[in-house]
């Protein structure tokens, strides 16, 4: 009964579009209440998922990430996408996909990308001729590869959940985030192809070597993070801050098109940004502890065992369980509360850590762009104008794709812990 009111108020907030850390703090308020347990228990618990040293790494990315943007970062990137794909037919289209994988090295994040990327490309695609809902759709669905390319957001607080180096998640979602752009690169050509979609003029290969030299300062940021990280002389939570103070440089020396009275504002929204962040992080560890106490975790993993002890069925179950939670769920909240059993139910049928907490990123990200509550298909829907239904409709070629690449993900560990363990050696 206790456990029973913990998940009726937890859904009626979800159901009422209550902000889900806020719905996680009062279904275990709730709970407390109900079972007499000190509500004492509530800032401890959140005190201790936010004290993670990792964790203070996401305010820097999120700061350097909102840097580069202000900096002029966003359209140096797409003018490189372009030249390098914007002559294949459809060639927008390729171009908006590969800016968001050059993109979101730099971020991290979907929604960010999202916003970014399709305040440029989805005007520029509509005024070229590309149908409103396509753009939008290919935008969004595109943004889900930022969180799998390093550095990620949610690599990090998987990171700190399994006892992994944020390294070697970091390594462990390049190919399967290579995989997706180029999975949605091929979808958006055969759509391009059979409805005629334009393409530009190939513009030579100078205009190649120019565009990159121009978003070569800013690409530098994701091998130098990713270089701090793998050569051992910084933590995670030290290479942000670098990462930080190198994106305010190039923005504002070098580019010279960020204002030095720009510069508080964006650490003043990136610090709001991050607490958004490490609140959800606190109130789905007191959601957490709550499910680990009732032995909820044990209960499912003891539940699927039953049924079969075979990697390939749980695998299977895993996946539907995440691709249906992030229908209604955001990321990182889904996170916190499953990772943690589910990670018991993978460990006992001898799935690699890398490997499960690889997958089980990939999927959550799918659920960005899922309706109901798939916020990057409300942020792309926004700026096309558009409501959601045609968008929706759009984004199935680009979800059965991305579903594929999860598949084999799921199903080749190699793809996930080949590079890890190659850097390790």
């Known amino acids: 009964m206790d456990v029973t009111i913990l998940f009726l108020v937890f859904v009626a907030g979800l159901v009422i579009g209550v902000p889900v ?10 709970y407390i209440f109900v079972t007499g347990l000190n509500p004492v228990a509530i800032p401890q618990k959140m005190y201790a998922g936010m004290d993670v040293f990792v964790l203070l790494s996401i305010p820097g990315f999120i700061l350097a990430g909102n840097l580069m943007n202000r900096g002029g970062i966003t359209q140096r990137i797409i003018r490189f ?3 390098l794909v914007g002559w294949v037919r459809g060639g927008l289209g390729l171009t908006n996909i590969a800016a968001s994988m050059l993109f979101g090295g730099v971020t991290g994040t979907a929604v ?3 916003a970014s990327i399709g305040s440029v490309m989805i005007p520029g695609m509509k005024k070229a001729g590309y149908p409103a ?3 939008a ?10 969180p799998i390319i390093p550095p990620s957001v949610p690599m990090i607080i998987v990171g700190s959940l399994a006892g992994i180096s944020v390294g070697q998640m970091f390594m462990a979602g390049a190919i399967p985030g290579i995989l997706m752009g180029l999975a949605m690169m091929v979808t958006a050509y055969i759509i391009a192809r059979r409805k005629n979609f334009p393409r530009q003029e ?4 100078g205009e190649v070597a120019r565009s990159f030299g121009s978003a070569s300062w800013a690409l530098a940021m994701t091998g130098l993070i990713i270089y701090g990280l793998l050569s051992g002389l910084a933590t995670p939570t030290e290479t ?24 508080p504002g964006i650490v003043i929204d990136s610090a709001i940004s991050s607490a958004g962040i490490l609140a959800l992080v606190g109130f789905a560890n007191v959601f957490g502890w709550i499910l680990v106490s009732e032995r909820i975790p044990q209960t499912i993993a003891d539940g699927v065992l039953t049924i079969s002890d075979n990697p390939f069925f749980v695998i299977l179950i895993i996946n539907l369980l995440l691709l249906f939670v992030g229908m209604f769920m955001e990321t990182i909240a889904a996170l916190i509360i499953l990772f943690v059993p589910l990670q018991q139910l993978a460990f006992a049928v001898g799935i690699d850590p890398i490997h499960f907490a690889t997958f089980a990123v ?3 990200m799918i659920g960005l762009t899922t309706p109901p509550v798939g916020v990057c298909l409300f942020v792309c829907a926004g700026i096309a104008q558009l409501p959601l239904a045609p968008v929706v409709r759009a984004i199935l070629p680009f979800l059965a794709t991305n579903i594929l690449v999860l598949l084999a993900v799921s199903y080749i560990p190699a793809l996930s812990t080949w590079l890890p363990r190659l850097v390790a050696n």
Do not use: H, K, M
């Open 137 to 146: 759709a290919v935008t969004a669905a595109s943004s889900t590869v930022g």
């Open 362 to 364: 990939l999927n959550l």
């Open 112 to 114: 960010a990308d999202a």
């Open 21 to 30: 850390a806020v719905t996680l703090g009062l279904s275990s308020l709730a």
């Open 202 to 205: 190939w513009q030579g290969w």
């Open 81 to 83: 996408a372009s030249a």
């Open 240 to 263: 942000a801050i670098v990462a930080s103070v190198y994106a305010l440089l190039v923005g504002g020396i070098i580019y010279r098109e960020l204002p030095w009275r720009a510069v």
């Open 133 to 135: 809902d396509f753009s």
